[in-house]
């Protein structure tokens, strides 16, 4: 294991001083979510020909400030995917590489950890740290993780691709628990992967195929009740979920804006529409 984790960090050491896939220095970008309109109630591709592009873009995120726009890239020429950032830095953001991608990274709710799947990144005031370890907990044989989001409260939320379905992951007097498999309300339907839970555990959103979905897999969201149990899976609706392949939902830090993917592009709604589906009787 630390043969492995020391490779990755190479790798990230060896690739943060060059620039990303198709980086034009003359373009100037100013104003708040790199500099795009905001979209309303139906679905936009998110700024095209920065972000989504002809290559394969995914898992974008914002850090609590706003000031940092990660997302993962797959040059359709070389297949190498890459981890990349845009900062706003005196009022103008910029574009650079992380490393190599490693899992579906997603940033804790503090912006201070980078979490990698099964592994992850802490900030410091000169960049990001190695690349970690979860450790044995999160790393067994029979099972493997993509994307792992966490809440304010050190809850994390894991999808499982070899055995197809969600798992949680709690504290409990300062001890992190084993990540146990969830109710059938949210494993329910095949290829249930992506979980993105909000940072106060109010509600959880992942991407699966089930019977009522409109085709391939579409994004779903459950509402947490008022006795800690996860309500009904409901499918997020044609705002956002079509025939095609819907994945990756995210809600931004300011709460503002779901991010997903819709195959090779990254897609932004507003997501006032989230509050529209919480059951009304909870």
Known sequence: MKQICGLISLLFLSAISNKSIGQNDSLVIKGSYLGQQPPGLNAEVFAPGIVSTKHRDFSGFFSPDMQEFYFTRRDNET?????????????????????PRVGRPILSPDGNTMHL??????????????????????????????????????????????????????????????????????????????????PDESYLIWDTEREDGHGDSDLYISFRKKDGSWGEAINMGDKVNTESWEAGGYVTPDGKYLFFNRHHDMYWVNAKFIEDLRPKLD
């Open 79 to 99: 297949e190498e995917w890459t981890l990349i950032v845009y900062k706003n830095e005196n009022s103008q953001w910029s574009e650079s590489t992380v490393g």
């Open 117 to 198: 799947g099964k592994y992850y990144m802490e900030r410091t005031e000169t960049g990001w740290t190695d690349v970690k370890s979860l450790g044995p907990m999160f790393d067994g044989e029979d099972w493997g993780i993509m994307r792992l989001s966490a809440s304010e409260n050190g809850t994390y939320v894991l999808d499982d691709y070899k055995g197809d379905g969600i798992r949680i992951s709690t504290l409990e007097n300062g001890e992190r628990l084993p990540p146990r498999k969830m109710s059938p309300a949210i494993n329910t339907g095949k290829n249930s992967a992506h979980p993105f839970i909000s």
